[in-house]
């Protein structure tokens, strides 16, 4: 249930004739009245006795006994209270519930018998809107001081009544959302999202990793939007607009939308944080393939997880900034197989990088750098190198996910903790689809293992991490972890150690599969090729005599006595 507080007016018959009418975009239905202050307020929607200019009189009336010069200039309150999307269609009687529940908790109507007057109209099944004159019946003026934050409390215990929704509370750092106007537009157009909505994720990936304002304003360019500049008359930018090329108003001209209406931190100044607080290199990274800077950006998501439990407050909101930017670059080339789920989480982990605490820009320059690269390594092949890559990204930015949404609780943070769990959904469903054919592969060379060697690797499991080594045992995904452990062996390293370091002092509990996570983090740090396909270590292949039993301790240097063919 989301409550709007709109601008104070001084039109009450321009009001009621909006909510009246067939909407801007044909998209009020059935119009009318389902509650007022008396219950006896004339309906022009459905009594076809009452007229507009009756319902506007009635509420209107206090103001004439004002003594003139004193009746104030904006008389007119306006809210509207949303169902959220998935709540069944509530009903009429519901709906006027909810409209005295709301008028009594913002002040307008207290119940004390000399409140405001006011009417609820419905003209859509899923919100009402309320309109009130800021005059009481004794002549006072209303007491709606922080009207906003009291409809919102108020709307979280309709929620739990009418068991809809729980919205989790906000801190006002939400990008705007839709209006209705907007979203019967984009019906209109055939599409699911609104202008709006296809502006912020296009400017959002453009400014991902970008390192200057000339590179950003090109890649909105490059991307087919209109760009307006505003300028100063000195000729320094001040700030800048964009339009979908298709989406007009009723005059034809393009429909623009300025960075801070997008979302608060898509605002040329804010934007211009990222570049002056700590600049990302604007000269070309090092030529490199998706899945090289796919590896690299492993390494910079890796040390911001770390880091996430551990750093002020100030350098996590960066770690968590910079870490959505990775994500906006990593959905923007990105493999078709993983890009729809990919997208939705960039789209999901945007809120959870927005709160008032602001970042310490310069925390967040590996993550950036990782971004950029990104970028310019350009977009994955759903196969090889590439897709098994971007499952180890994937997979690293799932626990950054998690590990953000961890942090926003403990700070309080509700609606940015729920947007970094849905953003870990998604990631969870296209690490499955990037990851299904490399570790298919894996397990198949490690189910042909030779069951000596297979022991020895148990045995270095249970001592690198014994807390969770049976669980590890059990799971599906053990052959994998077996091959890529001897793999690890086979390179040259010691795979106990590398299993240390690839816990990181880092919670596993949120994994699905503890094996599938070690894999990917043993074969970027031991540098194996992420594609078990791709090449693999050559090693002495010793099979004529049966392994001695060897003890945990030395187990891993004897691991390659057993090595096998693949």
């Known amino acids: 249930m989301i409550p709007s507080i709109h601008k104070q007016g001084g039109d009450t ?130 007491d709606h001081h922080r009207s906003g934050k009291r409809a919102q409390a108020e709307c979280r215990r309709i929620e739990v009544d009418y068991d809809l ?98 979302a608060p931190d898509l605002s040329l100044p804010r934007l211009r944080e990222r570049w002056t607080g700590a600049p990302t290199q604007a000269t070309a990274p090092q030529a490199s393939s998706p899945a090289a800077s796919r590896r690299r950006a492993t390494g910079a998501v890796w040390q911001a997880v770390l880091l996430v439990d551990q750093g002020d407050d100030a350098t996590v909101a960066a770690l968590i900034a910079g870490g959505g930017e990775v994500l906006d670059a990593l959905a923007k080339t990105s493999a078709a197989h993983t890009r729809h789920q990919l997208r939705d989480a960039a789209a999901a982990f945007e809120r ?52 953000a949404s961890a942090w926003h609780a403990k700070k309080g943070h509700a609606q940015q903790a729920v947007a970094a769990l849905q953003a870990a959904q998604h990631l969870r469903a296209a690490y499955q689809a990037a990851a299904a054919h490399p570790m298919a592969v894996l397990q198949e060379h490690g189910r042909h293992m030779p069951r000596p060697l297979e022991l020895r690797l148990a045995s270095v499991l249970r001592d690198a991490i014994p807390n969770l080594a049976e669980q590890v045992l059990a799971e599906p995904g053990w052959p994998a972890l077996a091959a890529t452990l001897a793999d690890v062996q086979a390179a040259g390293h010691e795979p106990a150690e590398l299993l240390t370091e690839a816990i990181g002092n880092r919670e596993l509990g949120s994994a699905t599969s503890v094996s599938d996570v070690l894999v990917w983090r043993l074969r970027r740090l031991a540098q194996l090729p992420a594609d078990p396909g791709t090449a693999r270590p050559q090693t002495a292949h010793t099979r004529s005599a049966p392994t001695p039993p060897i003890t945990t301790k030395t187990a891993t240097k004897d691991i390659g006595d057993g090595a096998y063919r693949r």
């Open 352 to 403: 959870a990088a927005r709160s008032h605490i602001r970042a310490e820009r310069g925390q967040d320059q590996a993550l950036r750098q990782a971004a950029r690269e990104l970028v310019q390594g350009g977009a994955a092949l759903g196969r090889g190198e590439d897709a098994a890559t971007g499952a180890m990204l994937i997979d690293m930015v799932f626990f950054l996910a998690t590990a």
């Open 165 to 262: 929704y729980r919205v989790a509370p906000g801190d006002g750092t939400a990008a705007k959302r839709p209006t209705s106007a907007e979203q019967h537009k984009a019906k209109r157009r055939g599409g699911d999202r609104t202008a709006r909505e296809e502006l912020r994720e296009t400017v959002r990936r453009a400014a991902a990793g970008a390192a200057s304002e000339t590179e950003f304003f090109g890649r909105l360019a490059t991307a087919g939007l209109l760009i307006k500049l505003r300028t100063a008359p000195s000729g320094d930018t001040l700030g800048y607009t964009v339009a979908l090329p298709e989406d007009r108003n009723k005059d034809g001209a393009p429909v623009h939308y300025s960075g801070s209406k997008l």
């Open 13 to 142: 018959a321009g009001l009621i004739a909006y909510l009246f009418g067939a909407g801007r975009s044909e998209e009020h239905i059935d119009p009318h009245v389902v509650a007022s202050f008396d219950g006896l307020a004339p309906d022009p929607g459905r009594d076809l006795g009452a007229t507009e200019g009756d319902l506007q009189q009635l509420l209107d009336e206090p103001l004439h006994l004002l003594p003139a010069g004193t009746r104030p200039d904006k008389h007119v309150w306006h809210a509207s209270v949303r169902a959220a999307p998935g709540d069944r269609t509530l009903t009429d009687t519901e709906w006027a519930d909810i409209a005295h529940r709301v008028i009594a908790a913002t002040g307008i109507d207290p119940g004390d018998g000399a409140g405001c007057r006011w009417a609820a109209i419905r003209h859509a099944d899923d919100h009402i809107h309320l309109i009130a004159t800021l005059v009481r019946e004794d002549g006072r003026k209303p």
